[in-house]
Each structure stands twice: as C-alpha cells, then as structure tokens.
C-alpha cells in the first residue's frame, strides 16, 4: 500500500493539483487532513479522501473519514477536535475506537509521525504555511511486508532524508 498524505493547503489549489497530477496513478490513496478552504465539490480536490479542518466552511466535509485501504484500517481527521496540539491521548482513544492502524492529521502545521501501540500517527505538517520549519510538506507512507516508510517531502518534490522513518508491524 501506498499513500500520499497532505494537509492544510487553505486555499490553495495549485499544490494539491500538482501533487494530484504526479502521484494519482503511483499510489492506493490520496488523503488531505483538511483545511484546504475549498467547496467539497472543488475539482482540485477531487481526487482525494478529504476531511473538514477548523478553517473550512463546507459542512459536506466530514469531520472524521474512517477507509479501508488494501485492508488497512485509516482514520483521517484534522485534529483541532482531538486537542492534538496539547497532546494526542484523544486521538489515540478514537484510533481505538475505530480499529485503525493508520491516523492521518493536520492542524498544527507541524511535521511528524509515530507508532503507538501498534498504529501509525502521522501529521504532514502544511503544504502552504509550515511551522517549526521553512519547507512546506507533504508525506508518503509506504507498507511493505512487516514495515512502514514514512517518507516527507518538500513542495518541491525533494526527499527530506533526515526525517525519513522506518517501523516495523
């Protein structure tokens, strides 16, 4: 399985377009933690799994998307409702809850991914407005066999390398 994981894009079409045009074919899912401040029926995000973030207006976003991807359990949310900011105890919860072994989010803006109790949390940080760092990001995860790569990218396409992680299922 293959993912392609962006999130807080806030209005900006041409990232998300871009990605989409370079990777739809390459990966299982498409997946944007919200905040992108588009209309749900916005041909530029189209083409992925989308969630509502704080800052989107169209209620046809939901809040949460649980998917089965290749048999993989995913929760997808922003995170403004789970407090992630403070502490991911709240998620980890709603993970359980949900049987996913994958969590997708956004909000922060911060980059970072890590296994707890056998799920995967990731955050993409922002396509358009990083925090904690100057590049803006997206991520790719990777499963194969008994392991996860984790994988972020800059807006330019380039491999972080530094930040790349491997855990093992």
Same mark, same amino acid.
């Given at each position: 399985?293959?993912? $392609?994981?962006?999130?807080?894009?806030?209005?900006? @079409?041409?990232?998300?377009?871009? $990605?989409?045009?370079?990777?739809? !074919?390459?990966? *299982?899912?498409?997946? /944007?933690?919200?905040? !992108?401040? $588009?209309?749900?029926?916005?041909?530029?995000?189209?083409?992925?799994?989308?969630?509502?973030?704080?800052? *989107?207006?169209?209620?046809?976003?939901?809040?949460?998307?649980?998917?089965?991807?290749?048999?993989?359990?995913?929760?997808?949310? /922003?995170? /403004?409702?789970?407090?992630?900011?403070? !502490?991911?105890?709240?998620?980890?919860?709603?993970?359980?809850?949900?049987?996913?072994?994958?969590?997708?989010?956004? /909000?922060?803006?911060?980059?970072?991914?890590?296994?707890?109790?056998? @799920?995967?949390?990731?955050?993409?940080?922002?396509?358009?407005?990083?925090?904690?760092?100057?590049?803006?990001?997206?991520?790719?995860?990777?499963?194969?066999?008994?392991?996860?790569?984790?994988?972020?990218?800059?807006?330019?396409?380039?491999?972080?390398? *530094? $930040?790349?992680?491997?855990?093992?299922?």
């Amino acid at each position: 399985m293959k993912l $392609l994981i962006v999130s807080d894009s806030h209005g900006s @079409t041409e990232e998300i377009e871009e $990605l989409s045009n370079r990777y739809y !074919s390459e990966v *299982d899912a498409m997946i /944007h933690c919200g905040d !992108s401040e $588009l209309n749900a029926d916005d041909e530029a995000i189209s083409s992925y799994l989308s969630v509502r973030g704080n800052c *989107d207006m169209d209620t046809r976003f939901p809040e949460n998307l649980v998917e089965n991807v290749k048999g993989n359990p995913i929760l997808v949310t /922003h995170g /403004h409702l789970y407090g992630i900011k403070m !502490s991911l105890m709240k998620l980890r919860y709603k993970a359980e809850e949900v049987g996913a072994k994958f969590v997708f989010f956004g /909000h922060s803006h911060t980059l970072g991914a890590e296994m707890s109790n056998g @799920t995967l949390f990731l955050n993409p940080g922002s396509i358009r407005l990083p925090r904690g760092r100057q590049e803006r990001t997206y991520a790719m995860v990777e499963v194969m066999e008994n392991k996860i790569t984790v994988t972020f990218l800059t807006h330019e396409h380039e491999v972080m390398d *530094d $930040l790349t992680q491997v855990f093992t299922i």
